[in-house]
């Protein structure tokens, strides 16, 4: 177990804009940074950090949390898990009451899954630099491929003997079990129950995911015999899952984000090749086709997307079917096409860096009319192909969700395809209305509930709110809502002195607590914080927000986070340009808290008077009836003196 001292000392030193920013492109908005949530799809930013609290919340599926929540629902770690992650990025040393090297590996299967991937990739390259063979042959083939030494020890490049089961019974002598061997994929069994290494006499490279540690590996044969396939990877399992992940972003995403555009190649050597190229930024799908997650994870960085495609006609071709989908997400997507027979690897090699990176800056163009020209040269002059072609790439148009670069790439294809603008727009319309057809009832793609203080989506909808009220409304308890109003004033205000008349200079939150003495609470999750509260208070302690919003409970500080955070700041246009000074809530606390209190207690006295009225017309004796409404007067005269406080009219 982590000391609690650790503990403090990590949630102090981590800061929320870096611990987020290593897997979000954040930019500045008012008082906060945004950007696109990473855990459910979206292409308009709705989540938010506020780098003052020390907190992340997306308006858009409801997730929050502190710096510690962020990586256990990213990384889907455990809280000590979480806690050694940060305590390695900020270099803090753990401090825990037990700590041993088999604790630690039966900490989770998981976590075991990761040890015994990250000691392969060290028993690799340690065959790689210092056996005979590795020397000879792994190292060998690496540097005849022109690849220099610090580019193999950056990506831990590595070699697999030649042997059944070297890997395998180097493993278990150090402990590792044969279950999590076969887990990843290291080890296969077979029909006699034993354990032989599944790359045998290959060159190895390590995929890394997106924090650093080692999930899988590729191994390429250095045989020429047809027989043996080319590459082997590993095979999914709890830790990879080739479809979510990079090969390179580990490396590549710093670059990403500072040059602003990622380069997509396929394949191991390209994206060595790139980087020996002085090219950073560039990632690689691993040889399978691209993912819709894999396309999330490089918009988590830049919008822009350069495709470095192999020379060869055939590829380039199968390839343009499968990108469209890189338009749908809203990314601009370049692409750089090499001299047939040259894919980036082959080609860095041939020319060298300078005039590597001289070629791609200067050959990338616009995936839309690259498409369009690939096309046209394969059409010749027939005429029904061109017709096909044509429809072909405003299909492609149509994925792009901007409308205003939808009509960039249309007025250029018409100089291009020698063909109206009109026809153009007219096709393009049709498709759009054809889709639009096809989608019965959308709905959006996000898992999670709103929370029920969000307005619908179709209020900010184009047109104003739904057509069906009933539905788009929020159903959720007047009531509740008041609850979280009173929470949010708790721990906004509640370390504050109370400096209004009758309070004694007592903090807000004592001022707050006394005056529920009376309330009872609907929502069970706001009674646990009150009674937290209450408790701390009666224990000689005044609780802080920080308490709440760092809350090991994710529920509470869930909510702290979302009653203490808005979607919206005010501009500071309001006084900057226009002089316009705008008072809030911190102007005036003693009437947010007393409005706060006294609209809940009138909320609860409705409730109370409704009840009551519905008992006075259900009871048939006289005298219980005159008793109940001598209960009703007296609760309606206290729901009169708290209106008249409030200022309300009410009719009758």
Same mark, same amino acid.
């Given at each position: 177990? &982590? @000391? ?21 492109? %954040? ?10 949530? =990473? ?5 308009? /930013? ?40 940060? #305590? @390695? ?20 299967? $998981? ?6 991937? *990250? ?34 020890? !950056? ?5 697999? =003997? ?12 150090? *402990? ?15 029909? !006699? ?55 390179? %972003? ?7 984000? +500072? *040059? ?16 020996? #190229? ?48 890189? %338009? ?47 096309? %046209? ?19 492609? &148009? ?38 639009? !057809? ?10 999670? =509930?709103?929370? /029920?203080?969000? =307005? ?27 609850? *979280? ?18 309070? +004694? ?22 009674? $646990? ?13 005044? /609780? ?20 203490? @955070? ?32 006294y609209y809940l207690k009138k909320h609860k006295v409705d409730s109370m008077l409704t009840d009551l009225m519905n008992q006075i017309k259900d009871e048939k004796d006289v005298t219980n009836q005159e008793i109940l409404l001598g209960r009703y007067a007296q609760v309606k005269n206290v729901e009169r003196s708290i209106s008249k406080f409030l200022g309300s009219v009410i009719v009758k």
């Amino acid at each position: 177990m &982590i @000391t609690a001292e650790t503990i403090e000392k990590i949630k102090e030193t981590a800061r929320i804009e870096e611990v987020v920013g290593d897997f979000v492109s %954040l930019k500045k908005r008012g008082s906060s940074l945004i950007g696109n949530c =990473p855990f459910h799809g979206e292409k308009t /930013p709705s989540f938010h950090v506020s780098v003052n609290k020390g907190i992340y919340k997306c308006f858009g599926c409801g997730v929050a949390g502190d710096s510690v929540r962020f990586i256990m629902e990213h990384e889907k770690y455990s809280y000590p898990e979480a806690l050694k992650f940060l #305590a @390695t990025k900020y270099n803090i040393e753990v401090e825990e009451t037990v700590e041993s090297k088999e604790n630690i590996e039966l900490n989770s299967a $998981r976590e075991s899954l990761y040890i015994v991937s *990250q000691f392969a990739a060290g028993f690799f390259e340690d065959q790689l630099w210092n056996s005979a063979d590795g020397k000879a042959i792994g190292l060998s083939y690496f540097k005849e491929r022109g690849f220099r030494e610090d580019i193999i020890k !950056k990506f831990n490049l590595g070699y697999s =003997p030649d042997v059944w089961d070297a890997l395998t019974l180097e493993a278990v002598k150090n *402990q590792h079990s044969e279950e999590f061997l076969e887990k990843t994929g290291l080890s296969i069994r077979n029909d !006699k129950g034993k354990l032989y290494d599944r790359f045998r006499g290959r060159v190895m490279f390590p995929i890394h995911n997106f924090t650093g540690r080692v999930i899988g590996f590729g191994g390429r044969t250095l045989k020429t015999d047809k027989n043996v396939p080319k590459y082997v990877n590993s095979p999914e399992s709890d830790i990879y899952h080739k479809s979510n992940v990079l090969y390179g %972003l580990f490396h590549a995403k710093k670059a990403i984000r +500072d *040059q602003d555009n990622c380069y997509l190649v396929e394949g191991y050597a390209d994206v060595l090749a790139v980087h020996q #190229a002085y090219i950073e930024n560039v990632v690689a799908s691993s040889g399978t086709s691209l993912t819709i997650e894999q396309i999330k994870l490089i918009a988590r960085f830049t919008q822009n997307v350069t495709i470095l495609y192999d020379g060869d006609a055939a590829g380039i071709k199968a390839s343009l079917r499968g990108l469209d989908m890189i %338009l749908e997400e809203g990314l601009n997507v370049k692409v750089v096409s090499f001299p047939d027979g040259d894919d980036p690897d082959s080609y860095m090699h041939k020319v060298g860096a300078g005039a590597f990176k001289t070629y791609i800056e200067e050959q990338r163009q616009d995936f839309i009319l690259y498409k369009a020209n690939i096309l %046209l040269a394969e059409a010749g002059k027939d005429p029904i192909k061109k017709a096909g072609i044509i429809r072909d790439i405003v299909e492609s &148009i149509a994925k792009i969700p901007d409308n205003i670069k939808a009509s960039v790439f249309i007025k250029e294809c018409s100089h291009l395809l020698e063909i109206e603008e009109r026809v153009l727009l007219t096709e393009l319309n049709a498709i759009k209305v054809a889709k639009s !057809k096809k989608a019965v009832a959308p709905q959006r793609a996000s898992s999670f =509930p709103s929370h /029920p203080d969000m =307005p619908p989506d179709d209020l900010f909808a184009e047109g104003g709110p739904s057509a069906e009220p009933e539905i788009a409304v929020s159903q959720v308890s007047s009531d509740i809502l008041q609850e *979280q109003e009173i929470v949010r004033l708790l721990l906004t205000f509640g370390h504050e002195l109370a400096t209004w008349e009758q309070t +004694d200079n007592m903090y807000i939150g004592s001022f707050i607590i006394q005056n529920l003495s009376d309330v009872t609470f609907e929502n069970d999750l706001c009674k $646990r914080i009150v009674d937290y509260y209450r408790n701390e208070l009666e224990n000689g302690q005044l /609780p802080t927000i920080n308490q709440f919003l760092r809350s090991e409970d994710a529920e509470i500080a869930n909510l702290a986070i979302t009653v203490s @955070t808005s979607e919206y700041s005010l501009s500071e246009n309001w006084l900057n340009k226009h002089q316009i000074y705008v008072k809030d809530e911190t102007h005036n606390i003693k009437s947010a808290v007393l409005g706060g209190l006294y609209y809940l207690k009138k909320h609860k006295v409705d409730s109370m008077l409704t009840d009551l009225m519905n008992q006075i017309k259900d009871e048939k004796d006289v005298t219980n009836q005159e008793i109940l409404l001598g209960r009703y007067a007296q609760v309606k005269n206290v729901e009169r003196s708290i209106s008249k406080f409030l200022g309300s009219v009410i009719v009758k």
